[in-house]
């Protein structure tokens, strides 16, 4: 199993940035999908989860209605649309492949991590 982030960097406060998670060695198509997010000091946390093919989806509270996730299983990818950032948005964000068909916000029902991609909201 690999995962591959990407789309990272620095973005104003109200910006906006596309993350961006290659997957391969497993069938993605079959697995729930996950972006995580941790800063110094501080445990990993849950950001958004998105199903299997039906593509529900789940958000963290202080995400919600800022951020958006989606996945193309043709190509293999999982996407984190995030607008309107915020300075405490700043962290390195994970992807993370389920353990199920259907998304969880815990992160140990969660079998395979990427290396992480670093967003800092910052003017």
């Known amino acids: 199993v690999q995962l591959v982030e990407s789309g990272g960097g620095l973005a104003q406060p109200g910006g906006s940035l596309r993350l961006s998670c290659a997957a391969s060695?497993?069938?993605?198509?079959?697995?729930?999908m996950g972006w995580f997010r941790q800063t110094p000091g501080k445990e990993r946390e849950f950001v958004a989860a998105?199903?299997?093919?039906?593509?529900?989806?789940s958000f963290a509270d202080s995400v919600k209605g800022r951020f958006s996730i989606s996945r193309d299983n043709a190509k293999n990818t999982l996407y984190l649309q995030m607008n309107s950032l915020k300075p405490e948005d700043t962290a390195l964000y994970y992807c993370a492949k389920g353990s199920q068909r259907y998304y969880s916000t815990v992160t140990s029902e969660y079998s395979a991590w990427g290396q992480g991609t670093q967003v800092t909201v910052s003017s």
């Open positions: 060695g497993f069938t993605f198509s079959r697995y729930a």
């Open positions: 998105i199903s299997d093919g039906v593509g529900r989806s």
